[in-house]
């Protein structure tokens, strides 16, 4: 990515919303990636400095943070973004968070997978995320926006002839097309966007509506 002036740019991008976590650095028109084997133990920050050390870049050096915002591991996701908003705090680096689905979509096609395609991503609670896009060899068009399911329901749409792809979709689609995101690809993403987001601003894709229960009263000690 380059800079007013023509300045090449150095982008972190951290993909932490699957058990196939990854972290990527791109600068100088050149792409380190490192990433875990789907065990779901790795550590963030040697993932990190693995990165880095085969780019050859310094921490001071980055940039751009870029974050996949899932949907997907909550608390994968969260770790990516404590560690964005830390960064930022001590470097000033710049922010970006780029959903995970596009991610995906963007991997199908850099696999030339074309067509129409439903993502699909756990949501537990027997749930499903469910988003669908048109593939081309021009690019990308969502046609129906990210939305829950039940399992059920979601299953129900096998037998319109939908082509199904995620990082667990063989679990509710055995014919599906297994594609993780990936760090490189969000770096890749990141190069094309020219708007950043506040470190306190960054939140995980979540669809649901927060709710809190009450506890009872306590009761009066006698």
Not at 5 to 22: H, P, V
Not at 161 to 170: A, D, K, Y
Not at 207 to 213: A, G, H, S
Request: glycine letters at 10%; one cysteine or more; aromatic letters at 8%.
């Amino acid at each position: 990515m380059k800079q007013d002036g023509g300045l090449f740019m150095t982008i972190l991008a951290l993909e932490f919303s699957t058990l196939q976590r990854s972290v990527a650095v791109t600068g100088g028109g050149r792409v380190s990636e490192a990433v875990d084997a789907g065990t779901g133990g790795n550590h963030a920050f040697g993932m990190i400095e693995r990165a880095l050390a085969e780019a050859k870049i310094e921490r001071e050096q980055v940039d751009i943070l870029a974050v996949g915002l899932g949907p997907g591991s909550y608390t994968g996701i969260r770790a990516a973004i404590s560690i964005a908003q830390g960064w930022q705090l001590a470097c000033g680096v710049k922010l970006c968070g780029i959903s995970s689905v596009e991610a995906i979509v963007a991997q199908a096609r850099a696999e030339n997978f074309f067509g129409r395609v439903t993502v699909v991503i756990d949501a537990q609670r027997n749930e499903l995320y469910l988003a669908t896009y048109d593939i081309t060899s021009d690019g990308l068009r969502e046609t129906l926006p990210l939305k829950i399911l039940s399992r059920a329901e979601a299953q129900s749409r096998e037998n319109n002839g939908e082509i199904f792809i995620g990082p667990e979709v063989t679990k509710w689609f055995p014919g599906g097309r297994t594609i993780f995101p990936r760090a490189a690809m969000l770096a890749e993403l990141a190069v094309r966007r020219n708007t950043f987001t506040p470190g306190e601003k960054l939140e995980p894709v979540y669809l649901r509506e927060t709710t809190f229960t009450k506890s009872p009263p306590r009761l009066p000690v006698l």
